[in-house]
Nanobody, 115 residues
Framework: QVQLVESGGGSVQAGGSLKLSCAAS????????MYWYRQAPGKEREFASG???????RYADSVKGRFTISRDSAKATLYLQMNSLKTEDTAVYYC?????????WGQGTQVTVSS
């Protein structure tokens, strides 16, 4: 079992920055892939960014160049640095982990970007 707890969400004006954190506990290993998904009001949950066990990163086109994903394996923590935020980035952001074919999700943290 893996437990994931997100933090760092909040309200910010367009153009601002936020840094999300996801603290992992339980049977989390550095080989697990870790991801950030987001769900805007009235929309389906979508992939935002991911990092695999080797440190390779991926980004959705909508956040590429503005968001940076990173992980601290020693602290079992995943981060998402979000810069140049736009109103369309408003969503609940979820941390996810994929370990040996099993997926785990956090409870989400709200990010609200106002104009």
């Amino acid at each position: 079992q893996v437990q994931l707890v997100e933090s760092g969400g909040g309200s910010v004006q367009a153009g601002g920055s936020l840094k999300l954190s996801c603290a992992a506990s339980g049977n989390i290993r550095s080989s697990c892939g870790m991801y950030w998904y987001r769900q805007a009001p009235g929309k389906e949950r979508e992939f935002a960014s991911g990092i695999d066990g080797n440190g390779a990163t991926r980004y959705a086109d909508s956040v590429k160049g503005r968001f940076t994903i990173s992980r601290d394996s020693a602290k079992a923590t995943l981060y998402l640095q979000m810069n140049s935020l736009k109103t369309e980035d408003t969503a609940v952001y979820y941390c996810a982990a994929l370990c040996s074919g099993q997926s785990y999700w956090g409870q989400g943290t709200q990010v609200t970007v106002s104009s």
